[in-house]
């Protein structure tokens, strides 16, 4: 609710999340600390089975390929029982996929159980951030998916750490754990929300599917799709896959370097994550994206013409810190896009496509890259790749939508969604 006043000096009474809204970012923050626990030993169990590292690999990317393909699946799914009942069963899906890979007899079983897990976390992933969209209060979806986001960055961020120690104990332990915190999230977040949601999201604000293709008519989704891609390529490609050879094999410094500079990047990301949310919701979505695609863009750049560790460490905060800028002000500008009446199952879908796509295509490109013209050229068409995304964001309009400048509720904004307003226009009363 806001309290009534001249046009664009309206305040809010009360400007707090949802519930909801923290029952979703504390769920990935589990989620996030789940994988966590299995990330670092699912290769070296994989090789368990007198398997080459090829084989070794593709268990680890079956998982982002089969999330990639169901995802158009997810969204019609979501558009059909609700993203609640498909956040539910997404993590039961991926739960006891993953509890079962700590009883897989072979290789072929722990594929397939790989794939499955892919199917569910296309289906969690788009459902929770359908349902995020929709909890979130017009003017605070920036805040609501910086918070969000900020939940995977620190589970993924201590998940390892518990994930090691259970490796020490079993190959097979980081499964059953990770498959246990699933079911809890299930059992915990989920009567939350279908508790809280029912008649509040389901009944009240619950309008007709938002269309991919009347989405992808809106110059600032596209530009959302080109953003995503570009921050699969990088940060989880070719961050996790480039940078710890580069600082072993190019640098020549030891294996521990590699993860405090994955770590330092993390903490560049956290860092901007917080606020980057709140002032998308103050500033504007294009003001954040723009910046934050430059500064991660040119960064991400230089990392490879670096050949002293501190250096490349500041580089790689920066390049973090970039990267935070653009999370939380690009869900969001997706979000406005869509329309918070309106189920985004498919709108979300390609959006996630579009970073799986990233993720897929830049590790192997920037690979061939490395190999053939060097670490420099790999990590400079990295960079590049980010900058052709600014590119996209210089054009789009922005558009959070204006403040309310009555007495009027801030549920009453007639927003721009990407079948009721013009691509140009941006959002009013």
């Given at each position: 609710?806001?309290?009534?006043?001249?046009?664009?000096?309206?305040?809010?009474?009360?400007?707090?999340?949802?519930?909801?809204?923290?029952?979703?970012?504390?769920?990935?923050?589990?989620?996030?600390?789940?994988?966590?626990?299995?990330?670092?030993?699912?290769?070296?169990?994989?090789?368990?089975?007198?398997?080459?590292?090829?084989?070794?690999?593709?268990?680890?990317?079956?998982?982002?390929?089969?999330?990639?393909?169901?995802?158009?699946?997810?969204?019609?799914?979501?558009?059909?029982?609700?993203?609640?009942?498909?956040?539910?069963?997404?993590?039961?899906?991926?739960?006891?996929?993953?509890?079962?890979c700590a009883f897989a007899g072979n290789y072929w079983q722990l594929l397939v159980l790989?794939?499955?897990?892919?199917?569910?976390?296309?289906?969690?992933?788009?459902?929770?951030?359908?349902?995020?969209?929709?909890?979130?209060?017009?003017?605070?979806?920036?805040?609501?998916?910086?918070?969000?986001?900020?939940?995977?960055?620190?589970?993924?961020?201590?998940?390892?750490?518990?994930?090691?120690?259970?490796?020490?104990?079993?190959?097979?332990?980081?499964?059953?754990?990770?498959?246990?915190?699933?079911?809890?999230?299930?059992?915990?977040?989920?009567?939350?929300?279908?508790g809280r949601t029912g008649t509040q999201v389901e009944a009240t604000k619950a309008g007709p599917p938002a269309r991919f293709?009347?989405?992808?008519?809106?110059?600032?989704?596209?530009?959302?799709?080109?953003?995503?891609?570009?921050?699969?390529?990088?940060?989880?490609g070719v961050r996790v896959a480039l940078v710890p050879l580069f600082v072993v094999e190019a640098m020549g410094q030891p294996d521990a370097w590699a993860g405090i500079a994955l770590a330092v990047f993390a903490v560049g990301n956290a860092a901007t994550l917080v606020i980057a949310g709140p002032m998308a919701d103050r500033r504007g979505r294009r003001p954040l994206a723009l910046a934050g695609l430059a500064v991660s863009g040119v960064a991400t750049g230089v990392l490879g013409f670096l050949t002293e560790p501190m250096p490349f460490l500041a580089a790689s905060l920066v390049a973090g810190m970039g990267s935070g800028l653009v999370n939380p002000p690009m869900n969001a500008a997706v979000a406005d896009v869509m329309g918070s009446r309106a189920r985004g199952g498919t709108v979300l879908a390609g959006f996630q496509m579009s970073a799986d796509l990233g993720a897929i295509i830049g590790p192997v490109l920037a690979g061939v890259l490395a190999e053939t013209a060097g670490f420099p050229a790999a990590f400079a068409v990295t960079g590049a790749v980010a900058l052709v995304a600014l590119a996209f964001w210089v054009r789009a309009p922005e558009t959070l939508p204006a403040p309310p400048s009555g007495s009027a509720a801030e549920e009453s904004l007639v927003e721009c969604s990407a079948t009721e307003c013009p691509p140009s226009r941006t959002p009013t009363r």
């Amino acid at each position: 609710m806001v309290e009534g006043g001249p046009s664009g000096s309206g305040r809010a009474v009360a400007e707090r999340l949802p519930r909801e809204i923290w029952v979703l970012v504390g769920s990935a923050f589990l989620i996030a600390i789940g994988y966590g626990l299995v990330a670092p030993t699912l290769p070296v169990f994989v090789r368990s089975f007198d398997v080459g590292i090829t084989a070794a690999s593709l268990v680890i990317s079956v998982f982002a390929l089969v999330r990639l393909l169901f995802a158009p699946m997810s969204g019609r799914i979501v558009g059909r029982i609700g993203e609640v009942p498909t956040f539910n069963i997404g993590l039961g899906v991926v739960a006891l996929s993953t509890g079962a890979c700590a009883f897989a007899g072979n290789y072929w079983q722990l594929l397939v159980l790989r794939g499955l897990g892919g199917i569910g976390s296309t289906m969690f992933t788009v459902s929770a951030l359908s349902l995020l969209i929709r909890l979130a209060p017009t003017r605070m979806r920036g805040r609501a998916t910086g918070m969000w986001a900020t939940g995977f960055l620190l589970g993924n961020i201590v998940g390892p750490l518990v994930g090691g120690g259970l490796a020490a104990v079993s190959l097979r332990a980081p499964f059953l754990a990770y498959g246990a915190v699933l079911l809890v999230v299930v059992g915990v977040a989920g009567l939350l929300l279908r508790g809280r949601t029912g008649t509040q999201v389901e009944a009240t604000k619950a309008g007709p599917p938002a269309r991919f293709r009347d989405a992808l008519g809106h110059p600032t989704y596209r530009a959302a799709l080109v953003a995503s891609f570009a921050n699969g390529w990088a940060v989880f490609g070719v961050r996790v896959a480039l940078v710890p050879l580069f600082v072993v094999e190019a640098m020549g410094q030891p294996d521990a370097w590699a993860g405090i500079a994955l770590a330092v990047f993390a903490v560049g990301n956290a860092a901007t994550l917080v606020i980057a949310g709140p002032m998308a919701d103050r500033r504007g979505r294009r003001p954040l994206a723009l910046a934050g695609l430059a500064v991660s863009g040119v960064a991400t750049g230089v990392l490879g013409f670096l050949t002293e560790p501190m250096p490349f460490l500041a580089a790689s905060l920066v390049a973090g810190m970039g990267s935070g800028l653009v999370n939380p002000p690009m869900n969001a500008a997706v979000a406005d896009v869509m329309g918070s009446r309106a189920r985004g199952g498919t709108v979300l879908a390609g959006f996630q496509m579009s970073a799986d796509l990233g993720a897929i295509i830049g590790p192997v490109l920037a690979g061939v890259l490395a190999e053939t013209a060097g670490f420099p050229a790999a990590f400079a068409v990295t960079g590049a790749v980010a900058l052709v995304a600014l590119a996209f964001w210089v054009r789009a309009p922005e558009t959070l939508p204006a403040p309310p400048s009555g007495s009027a509720a801030e549920e009453s904004l007639v927003e721009c969604s990407a079948t009721e307003c013009p691509p140009s226009r941006t959002p009013t009363r």
